[in-house]
């Protein structure tokens, strides 16, 4: 970068050496030349620390693997719950779960999700949750759900279901999924939390 900015600042005065204005306004000039290279360089510098510091910021959230909503920015990009629900991410954002809670049914969804946030089909034979709810312990085991409409088999599928009471509860869920497995990485009580009423 330092080569590129000595090039300018020098085919920039090898142009003013042409051109005969007075001494004093050639001076002016120079000064004015190695204001913008220092400027030029200090914004090279603030961008490297911007960029690194944004690089920590990035890794450290996604290393606390969950964010509430319905967007989570992982590796500068803003991904959507495609399904409305809550996402997290594991694997340094390769990975990703959404928690679908339909309350009035009592139903509770979980999505395998790539870093893009579209649908990634795996093997996993079902998701065992362990929540607390109101103070009281609870487990629900979701299956896998075939998906016809996209080619997915109940044994390679990206939507798991579970049923319970219990799910109709208006209080927050805080939660962990056991065991998940994308490809050959195995992911074990992955935190998650469903605020209240939502």
């Given at each position: 970068m330092n080569e590129n900015l000595d090039g300018v600042v020098a085919r920039s005065w090898a142009g003013?050496?042409?051109i005969?204005?007075?001494q004093s306004w050639a001076n002016k000039r120079v000064k004015t030349l190695a204001k913008i290279k220092t400027l030029v360089k200090d914004?090279?510098?603030m961008k490297k620390g911007k960029s690194i510091l944004m690089g920590f910021v990035l890794l450290f959230g996604v290393m606390a693997c969950s964010k509430q909503g319905d967007q989570v920015t992982v590796r500068n990009a803003v991904i959507l719950a495609p399904h409305g629900g809550t996402l997290?991410?594991?694997g340094g954002g390769k990975?990703?779960?959404e928690f679908v809670l339909n309350r009035p049914d009592g139903e509770l969804m979980i999505y395998t999700l790539?870093?893009?946030g579209k649908s990634l089909p795996t093997g996993n034979e079902g998701f065992e949750v362990r929540a607390e709810v109101a103070g009281q312990g609870q487990t629900l085991i979701l299956a896998p759900l075939a998906n016809t409409a996209a080619g997915e088999l109940a044994g390679s599928t990206s939507r798991y279901r579970g049923q319970s009471d219990w799910l109709k509860s208006s209080e927050a869920i805080h939660g962990a999924v056991m065991e998940v497995y994308f490809r050959n990485s195995k992911y074990t009580e992955v935190k998650f939390e469903i605020s209240a009423g939502k």
């Open positions: 003013l050496a042409h005969s204005f007075s914004y090279t510098k997290i991410f594991l990975y990703g779960l790539d870093s893009g």
